[in-house]
């Protein structure tokens, strides 16, 4: 191990509200909770010197309102750190978060920083998607993208139909319906062990019904079942295959994690979870954005020289339950279940936040770790919107000497 | 207005380490600006969440919270009827006593989580519990009060009796009398904490966090909160040295610190319910005294009718923009104005003196002034400098006034000195360039006469101290145009002046009144009374101010001058003071000096005062008084001086500092009976409370 290296030290999130006025957070401001996973990280780090932070780095989609005046940099205030913390926000979507921890990782690997916060936050119900954009008109009149596949549920609905023309396997309705239920039931297993209350954090909020504590992630429903899933309509194309049961939802959170130099660890006498070997971001056609995870994870097995088969656990936020099954017939994994793909389970059933969720895939990859000490190897991998895949690669080093 | 109505919300929180906790917000649905406030519909939402919790034996704890940034800032006192019989205001206490006491009686631990502002019946509900957390200042809970005294009421739903019992009747005397008759401080978060007012002082950012999570401790008995014993009796001295405090401030005039002083000491002897008892009954004594009355008119006045700058032409009628601003003179008030201009309006302002020294000693006075704010951290040391030595200039010339918006004069009073100072002004400013003056007596209209534009010229009188008094008596010329007025509003409502439009008549509006004061007080004393018994009467009435304590502090150089300005106007009315002249003769500059026995008046003073052998009961002496003040003030609504009572008492208590319980003056005349005696009728025919 080298101690220039970067590791995933700890991770903390908000739990996931639904995007409504009913949700937990319809009148909280994203920023403030990202101060509120902040403050939590701090005070389950009190041996970090937190005045050192080199970078307080979050993705976020949307940056303007509670998003915007570059909220990296505004959140080194409201969480109290002290001036001299730089900060930055960063916005590649989905993956938004993930790039944070990338591009954090980074600059511990160059030696330009020790201590990095590196976080991902959306709120949905504020910042709906693509709410006040202007895409170039260009993209449409000389037929770059069609304009439908600007809605995330159309290209879910292409990439079923896209797989076989590629010569990949089919993926059926059916499929993804079982693989939602399957995660959805993973998901309330785990919650119901306490698996998730030792990354989440409550936060009292203000709503218009008084305050209330957020305290579970509202996405998720108990006791679906596949003759319900059967039933749900298909918004996005008549007599199609993507349902809201097998999709995830519009969600608002926030995730932070903390990444350190292996010297800082050392001298600390800090442990960490794991260590970041590689990262990989590629693009792909936009109208199956979904599709992204695959090359993603092909380009950092290639540049880490690793093989699929070396991953023990990999943390796959499907969007759509179709990338995620795509994804496993590709990779040769078994169907309709595999215990190394999102074991406790996954975005369908907790909720996907857009630039939030890469980072959440860590927390819970490094939790996956410490309760499967054999595991040596695992992968976060996301799609991204208009067409990318995101993926790093980590090594379980819970428990051992830097 | 419309009526927000706050109501309690209940949620359960399902706490896994201490079961199921009522949290119970106070919110009334509007944004912060909009506070929580207790009233009738409430009191019921709070008693049916109090209905829930009792009857669930499942509830571990409640916590009580109100929305961001407002706890709850009491009782709507706009909404409060004097008019009600004192059976109803007698229920009004026990309404507030009743419902709180049911959270007391909870068998559950209680905390008040007060996040925000907290006054009057909010600070109350708060001691109803078992323990307080308070968010920290600045941002967390910055107001924190029981301001029932400066209304004229007493904390009537627990606060003198909770507090005492709690913290100690110090405490209590600081909060619910001091700070309310020192101009109604407030105190906020860190002094409620070391008051003992609260258990627990919790940064703003995880306020309600961090407070259920106390609350959870507390539940499980991980967390133990341990407070000082208080003793709640309140020694004799304690009591004799607050009782002349109040004296000292507000004399016979006002009654409310007094009962409130009683109701403290009263409760170390008394159970809770007893004290309780004694609090709705002074209240509802309170609630129908005239003084309550007086002080709702004013807070109303002050708070609501000012901010509407009554008087200014319609809003149709933009006024200039200031973006460079002259001052004529460099003295202490000169200089007090381009402090104020360049603050509030961060626009460079330019100071003329006739030499290089007066305006060096103006600059020297600025610079030690934002010296001092920035000392106290009210301002940056950069900004100070960049204000004291950038944007504050000096001059001997009329260099740099070219481009000025507005130019104010205070220069020496005398017309002539004005005209020609207007007149150089004429030559180098910019057309449409203002001209103020800070005149106290001289005549506007006379003053703008020569210029080719007299409509450029309006009257802007400040009051001394500038920094404390909030008034500035806007005074329209005969020609000034309707723009320079609206200009003239719009400056004052900049640098946070309350604007008075008065006529350009002798010594405009307060200085009137105060002159007819004084007027009044002189009769007196040259007719024969003893001097220090006419100051005394005088104050006893609840004047900030002795008179005699006034003159020196406006000086009786200054006395005589508008004196005499009010004697050219009518002579039979404003006599002038043959004592007060050869007072100003001999250079006085106190009336009042230090003697073996105490405070008495200049000796020399007195000889120099031609006195008859009449002898005057105090009574006589008030009545001759505010009869005299009567008079003077029906003459000045008849000739339009300014357009209604309000405006009479806007400007005596925001430019003289007449206190809220006599309403400015104008209540307290139809009160006491001496409006209908002195001409003839009331001043407020319709009541006090009806809307213009």
């Known amino acids: 191990m080298d101690l220039r290296d970067a590791y995933f030290v700890d991770g903390v999130r908000t ?361 040596k190897y695992g992968l976060t991998t996301m799609c991204v919107g208009l067409g990318m895949g995101g993926a790093i690669l980590w090594e379980n080093v819970v428990g051992k000497d830097l | 207005m419309a009526k927000y109505i706050m109501t309690c919300k209940l949620n359960f929180y399902e706490s896994k380490k201490a079961g199921k906790i009522a949290i119970v917000t106070m919110d009334n649905g509007q944004s912060y600006n909009v506070p929580n406030t207790w009233g009738v519909e409430a009191f019921e939402s709070l008693n049916k969440v109090l209905d829930t919790v009792e009857s669930d034996p499942d509830v571990k704890g409640w916590l009580l919270v109100g929305k961001p940034f407002i706890f709850n800032v009491g009782a709507d006192i706009m909404s ?66 029981l301001p029932e005294c400066f209304l004229g009421l007493v904390p009537g739903w627990g606060g003198t009796q909770l507090v005492t019992k709690l913290a100690s009747p110090e405490v209590a005397i600081q909060l619910i009398i001091t700070n309310p008759l020192n101009m109604n401080a407030m105190s906020n978060s860190k002094k409620a904490f070391e008051m003992g007012l609260a258990d627990r002082l919790i940064e703003p950012a995880e306020f309600v966090d961090d407070s259920i999570k106390l609350l959870e401790n507390i539940i499980t008995g991980e967390e133990k909160i341990e407070r000082k014993k208080v003793d709640p009796k309140m020694s004799d001295d304690l009591y004799n040295n607050t009782k002349f405090a109040v004296l000292g401030r507000v004399h016979s005039g006002a009654m409310a610190p007094y009962r409130a002083l009683d109701l403290i000491r009263g409760a170390a002897d008394w159970t809770l319910d007893e004290g309780f008892e004694q609090e709705n009954q002074t209240l509802a004594d309170m609630i129908k005294s005239r003084q309550f009355l007086s002080s709702v008119y004013s807070f109303d006045l002050t708070q609501r009718r000012a901010k509407r700058l009554p008087g200014r032409p319609p809003k149709e009628v933009k006024g200039y923009g200031i973006n460079k601003i002259g001052v004529i003179g460099a003295g202490l008030m000169a200089s007090q104005m381009a402090l104020l201009f360049a603050q509030r309006f961060q626009c460079p302002v330019v100071m003329k003196d006739i030499k290089q020294e007066f305006v060096d000693k103006g600059l020297a006075y600025v610079r030690e002034q934002l010296g001092k704010r920035a000392k106290k951290g009210r301002m940056s040391a950069a900004d100070a400098k960049w204000m004291g030595e950038e944007l504050i200039t000096g001059t001997v010339t009329y260099d740099g006034f070219e481009d000025c918006d507005f130019v104010i004069e205070a220069v020496f009073e005398e017309i002539g000195i004005k005209q020609k100072v207007f007149g150089e002004l004429e030559e180098v400013c910019k057309p449409e360039c203002l001209f103020l003056t800070n005149t106290s007596s001289l005549d506007i209209s006379e003053m703008a006469k020569f210029l080719k534009d007299p409509s450029r010229v309006v009257g802007f009188h400040f009051f001394n101290p500038i920094a404390v008094l909030p008034l500035v008596e806007i ?27 008065v006529k350009n008549a002798p010594a405009f509006l307060v200085n009137r009144i105060l002159l007819a004061w004084m007027d009044g007080i002189f009769q007196c004393i040259d007719e024969g009374a003893d001097f220090m018994q006419v100051d005394n009467a005088v104050a006893d009435l609840g004047f900030p101010m002795s008179p005699f304590t006034l003159a020196g502090l406006v000086g009786p150089a200054i006395a005589l001058h508008v004196q005499e300005t009010l004697n050219a106007a009518w002579p039979e009315r404003f006599p002038v003071s043959e004592g007060l002249k050869n007072l100003v003769a001999k250079g006085k500059k106190q009336l009042l000096t230090f003697t073996d026995t105490g405070i008495d008046v200049d000796p020399e003073i007195k000889q120099g005062w031609p006195q008859g052998d009449k002898s005057f009961t105090d009574q006589e002496i008030k009545d001759r008084v505010l009869m005299r003040v009567a008079q003077e003030v029906d003459l000045i609504l008849k000739e339009g001086v300014v357009a209604s009572p309000k405006d009479v008492d806007t400007g005596v208590i925001m430019g003289a500092g007449w206190p809220f319980f006599m309403g400015g003056i104008t209540p307290y005349l139809d009160q006491m009976g001496y409006s209908e005696k002195a001409c003839g009728r009331k001043f407020h025919p319709q009541g006090l409370l009806e809307k213009e």
Not at chain 1, 116 to 135: Q, R, S, T, Y
Request: charged share 25%; aromatic share 8%.
């Open chain 1, 15 to 375: 739990w996931f509200g639904k995007s409504r006025p009913d949700g937990f957070y319809w009148t909280t401001r994203a920023d403030d909770m990202v101060t509120k996973v902040m403050k939590e990280l701090f005070r389950r780090n009190p041996t970090v010197p937190w005045d050192e932070v080199d970078d307080n780095i979050w993705g976020a989609t949307t940056q303007v309102g509670d998003q915007g005046t570059t909220m990296g940099r505004t959140t080194v205030f409201t969480a109290g750190l002290p001036d001299k913390v730089a900060g930055v926000s960063v916005d590649r979507m989905c993956a938004g978060g993930m790039t944070c921890q990338a591009i954090g990782a980074s600059f511990i690997m160059t030696n330009s920083a020790d201590i990095i916060i590196a976080g991902g936050v959306e709120h949905m119900a504020h910042h709906p998607m693509g709410a006040g954009a202007d895409p170039n008109p260009r993209i449409v009149t000389e037929k770059m993208v069609e304009p439908k596949y600007f809605n995330m549920g159309v290209t879910a609905e292409k990439l079923h139909d896209w797989m076989p023309e590629q010569g990949e396997q089919t993926v059926s309705k059916e499929e993804s319906d079982q693989y939602a239920l399957r995660v959805t039931n993973r998901y309330f297993e785990s919650l119901d062990k306490g698996y998730y209350d030792k990354h989440c954090v409550n936060m009292a909020v203000f709503t218009p019904n008084g305050w209330v504590v957020a305290n579970k992630d509202q996405q998720a429903r108990r006791g679906a079942t596949i003759e319900g899933m059967r039933n749900l309509k298909t918004p996005f194309k008549k007599a199609g295959k993507v349902t809201a049961g097998n999709s995830s939802g519009l969600n608002d959170g926030a995730c932070v994690s903390l990444i350190m130099s292996g010297a800082k660890c050392k001298e600390l006498g800090i442990k960490p979870k794991m260590r970041y070997i590689g990262g990989a971001f590629v693009g792909v056609d936009p109208t199956v954005m979904g599709w992204g995870p695959v090359p993603a994870t092909e380009k950092v097995l290639k540049r880490t020289g690793m093989k699929f088969d070396d991953l023990d656990i990999i943390e796959l936020n499907e969007a759509f339950a179709v990338q995620a099954v795509g994804f496993m017939k590709h990779f040769g994994m078994k169907l309709p279940e595999d215990p190394r793909l999102n074991p406790y389970g996954g975005t369908i059933a907790v909720g996907h936040p857009l630039a939030s969720s890469g980072v959440r895939l860590s927390m819970q990859l490094a939790q996956d770790f410490e309760m499967n000490p054999k595991a």
């Open chain 2, 475 to 501: 005074i329209k010329a005969e020609k000034t145009s309707e723009v320079v007025l609206a200009t003239a509003f719009d400056v004052a409502k900049r640098i946070k002046k309350t604007p008075v439009l």
């Open chain 2, 80 to 145: 409060v009827d004097p008019d009600m019989s004192r059976d109803d205001a007698v229920q009004i206490g026990r309404m507030g006593h009743n419902s709180f006491k049911r959270i007391m009686d909870l068998k559950i631990p209680t905390l008040a989580a007060i996040n925000g502002a907290a006054m009057g019946g909010g600070v109350e509900v708060g001691l109803y519990h078992d323990y307080r957390t308070i968010s920290k200042s600045p941002g967390g809970c910055d107001h924190y009060a």
